[in-house]
């Protein structure tokens, strides 16, 4: 690491200021997925260092609501800058916490700081309203004030962006905030804490509680029950967030949900298929396919299917090297855990069983441990697993369609609706195809879509609220009525 890099590289939890180890004393290892070596240990969390991190939050809460947004602002200016000064040894942490190739890191540690950017301006843009008087007699002003506390929830495969965006937004509308990063990612969490003390963050504002999975239901727990807590933003599983929505039922806390998706990549006969290959191959290899916008599902018209099919299956064995993210030249790192590793086989042995064709690619790399082949599969139907679950690793499903509506009505029969692309140069088939896409988001000829200025969630099953875009704002605030009447005018 850099000169910085002992600065950042933290192995305690941070809470009301203070970096301290878990109550219990007890610690849990951090290791590299590309080898399996241990990077660090921190702080194996519970309910009672939960709470006591609610309590930090509930108190610094009663100064932090009331900051001007200007100053605000300047607080998260500052730690904008910061974290930019410091972007190679974030990115170096990244991917050694969490494999992804260091290009990519480096790509997320600017990504996600530009979060922290845009949200120093928001803070100075959250208006209320002056409405037009019903009588001569009254007034009416709504302003939009913070919630309160609110709980961080984050996945690891962005570990950096994903919570940024988050407490980016939550510190602009005035909220304080108790942060759980993934048990695989710790520590770049615990760096964007260093560098936020740095910017003289007060003590309470900004917590980030460690554990491992073991203590991750209890904390989650602890955090969607507590009376103290305002509100919850997760990212994750489908399955995990049902869960959280009913746990913070018995509050009525405010809730956003950012959760699985199946995302559907549509070609039609009318796309130029390099530029389709391009989108293709930006929105499913990126972090090894361990996004929830990856594309899960290729959709490729009959008449252009065998051209696309090999066109991409090239252009995957040209462009893919595999590899420690650390290493010169590498842009496929290995999936994140155990686990990711047991999903991907498991899908693609159902598929094959069931009858798809492995084009290229199907089983683990040549490098063992965590590395899986890059892999193009074909004769997908509805009834493999692949065609119904997220995949989240690098494994292309090449389906073909004969008409629009068939793509349409395919792309759509899913629960989930994060995400969705289609590449297409007929002008009227291009507005038909995105207004009937079932998803929040909608990438048209175009493979890479998430971007600070937009807002990003989903619909159906893949959650609620959005992120980023000056709608991000509106999952940490609520809006006040206030009237004022005996006015004569």
Known sequence: ???????????????????????SGKKFPVSNPANGLKIGEVPDMNKEDTLHAIAAAKESFKEWQNVPAK???????????????????????????????????????????????????????????????????REMVFFREPIGVVGLITPWNFPMAMLTRKAAAALAAGCTCVARPAEDTPLTALALAALAEEAGLPKGVFNVVTSSAHHAAEIGKALCESEDVAGISFTGSTAVGKILYQQCAGTVKRLALELGGNAPF?????????KAVEGAMASKFRNSGQTCVASNRILVQETVFD???????????????????????????????????????????????????????????????LFYEPTVLTNIDEQMECFNEEIFGPVCLCIRFKTEADAIEMANNTRRGLAGYFFSNDYQQIWRVARKLQTGIVGVNEGIISSVEAPFGGIKESGFGRE???HGIDEYTHVKYVTFGGLNY
């Open 71 to 137: 100053e605000r602002s300047k607080y998260l200016r500052k730690w904008f800058e910061l974290i930019d000064k410091s972007s190679e040894d974030i990115a170096k942490l990244m991917t050694a916490e969490n494999g992804k190739p260091l290009i990519e890191a480096k790509a997320e540690v600017a990504y996600g700081a530009g979060y922290i950017e845009w949200f120093a301006e928001e803070a100075k843009r959250i208006y209320g309203e002056v409405a037009p008087r019903p009588s001569n007699t």
């Open 468 to 470: 980023g875009s000056h």
């Open 1 to 23: 690491m850099g000169s910085r890099g002992a600065c950042i590289f933290k192995h305690q939890a941070y809470i009301n200021g203070k970096w301290l180890n878990a109550l």
């Open 307 to 369: 051209e696309f099919v090999k066109a991409l299956s090239k252009r995957i064995e040209k462009m893919l090297v595999v590899g420690d993210g650390l290493d010169c030249g590498v842009n496929q790192g290995p999936l994140a855990n155990e686990k990711q590793l047991v999903k991907v086989e498991s899908l693609v042995k159902d598929a094959v069983n069931k009858g798809a064709k492995v084009v290229i690619g199907g089983k683990q790399h040549k490098l063992g441990g």
């Open 266 to 274: 549509m070609v039609f006969d009318s796309a130029d298929i390099e």
